[in-house]
């Protein structure tokens, strides 16, 4: 009942945001590319989709940030292990990985240019880089907060350093990972984006860059909520539910 609501309550909001958005388009004294209604919306997104330059874009933002996740688990999850192992490394390491954290890709991308070129592979490096240092970080930051009595119960018992990490340390840290990746991600997303714009390379950042030097402002838009839109569905169907499963199955704290 609660979620039907829910439902109806979003669909009068957005009825009322595309109502208003149209009255706009239709009164307001000013050029036709300066606010377009949501009809020309619609038309550019059909009109990209037949000559089939929409599906290329998409599939090549999504392809960029995929690679980029898988990257990021295979490099960032066992190097936060390591580093989380000992609390002396992972106390060395901390402020190191906290400043490469906060300075986002974005920033980076003036000096990637100069490095790499206008090429894939400063995009690529851009969103590397900015997904992999919150995976390394949570991951680290997971195995730090597994109880030591849960690692000295089992080292008592005679395992081997390989079956606590198997047993207790990676199943601990299972829920900080995926906070990581999330996070990463997300991060990822925005640096992509901003890595096609000044590349200009195939995908949604280059449509929306190249858009604006015609005034095709429908397509700005377009690109706009595509890039927010395929962001939820992301989040919400596949990374937010990872998260809570992971948590609850995993967890320490149960929320």
């Given at each position: 009942m609660l979620r039907r609501e829910a439902v109806m309550t979003w669909l009068v909001v957005l009825a009322g945001f595309f109502g208003a958005w149209s009255l706009m388009a239709a009164t307001l004294p000013v050029p036709a590319y300066f606010l377009p209604p949501p009809t020309a919306v619609v038309s550019a997104f059909g009109e990209?989709?037949?000559?089939?330059?929409?599906?290329?874009?998409?599939?090549?933002?999504?392809?960029?940030?995929?690679?980029?996740?898988?990257?990021?688990?295979?490099?960032?999850?066992?190097?936060?292990?390591?580093?989380g192992m000992s609390r002396r490394v992972a106390d060395f390491f901390y402020p190191l990985l906290n400043f490469f954290q906060s300075v986002s890709g974005i920033a980076w991308l003036p000096l990637f240019l100069v490095w790499f070129g206008f090429s894939e592979r400063t995009i690529l490096v851009a969103v590397n880089y900015t997904l992999l240092f919150p995976v390394i970080f949570n991951a680290m930051l997971?195995?730090?907060?597994?109880?030591?009595?849960?690692?000295?119960?089992?080292?008592?018992?005679?395992?081997?350093?390989?079956?606590?990490?198997?047993?207790?340390?990676?199943?601990?840290?299972?829920?900080?990972?995926?906070?990581?990746?999330?996070?990463?991600?997300?991060?990822?997303?925005?640096?992509?984006?901003?890595?096609?714009?000044?590349?200009?390379?195939?995908?949604?950042?280059?449509?929306?860059?190249?858009a604006q030097s015609f005034h095709l402002t429908a397509r700005i838009m377009l690109g706009m909520a595509l890039i927010g839109g395929?962001?939820?569905?992301?989040?919400?169907?596949?990374?937010?539910?990872?998260?809570?499963?992971?948590?609850?199955?995993?967890?320490?704290?149960?929320?």
């Open positions: 990209l989709v037949r000559k089939g330059i929409l599906p290329t874009y998409v599939a090549e933002s999504l392809r960029r940030i995929l690679t980029a996740a898988v990257l990021g688990l295979v490099v960032g999850v066992p190097a936060g292990l390591l580093l997971g195995v730090r907060s597994v109880p030591p009595l849960y690692v000295n119960a089992l080292r008592t018992l005679g395992a081997s350093r390989w079956r606590i990490v198997r047993d207790v340390v990676l199943p601990g840290a299972l829920p900080s990972i995926a906070t990581g990746l999330r996070l990463g991600l997300a991060y990822g997303w925005r640096a992509l984006i901003a890595a096609e714009m000044l590349v200009g390379a195939n995908g949604l950042g280059f449509m929306i860059f190249s395929l962001w939820l569905v992301l989040d919400y169907f596949l990374l937010r539910p990872l998260e809570e499963a992971t948590i609850a199955r995993w967890g320490l704290i149960q929320r």
